[in-house]
């Protein structure tokens, strides 16, 4: 998933982003989220990068609205592209809310279903993973 666009143009994933039972198992976690140090750390990470592109968000969207007129499959959408980014950074929100949003989206990708059907998907009909 890229901006407004996905592979081959099918949304399948719905997940925020792909965390995996091998992910987490390299973190010395399992497909809950079990507490590890090095999940912990990873967490940690995630909050920190969040926080640190939101703190740059207006230069990371004119950064990409320079870019929309480039003609890319992921400005399909038009003007909703940098509304939708936007959005993402949550500019409404208070950085400790921000951080329950990143704890938030961490839960809803552990071990996801749909991503699970995606990789044997492609693995059966691609050959891939």
Known sequence: ???SNSP?????????????????????????GAASELFDYFKVLCIQGFLACRKHSDHILLLVEIMQGAGFPCFKAGPRVIQNLKKRFH?????????????SLISDSLDAWRTRQYDFYQRVLNNIL
Do not use: H, I
């Not at 994933?13 to 809950?32: G, I």
């Open 8 to 32: 081959g143009g099918v949304n399948f994933e719905s997940a925020p982003f792909k965390l995996t039972r091998e992910l987490l198992e390299v973190m010395d976690s399992n497909s809950e």
């Open 1 to 3: 998933f890229m901006l």
């Open 91 to 103: 500019p409404s929100l208070t950085e400790e809310q921000c951080v329950e949003v990143v704890l």
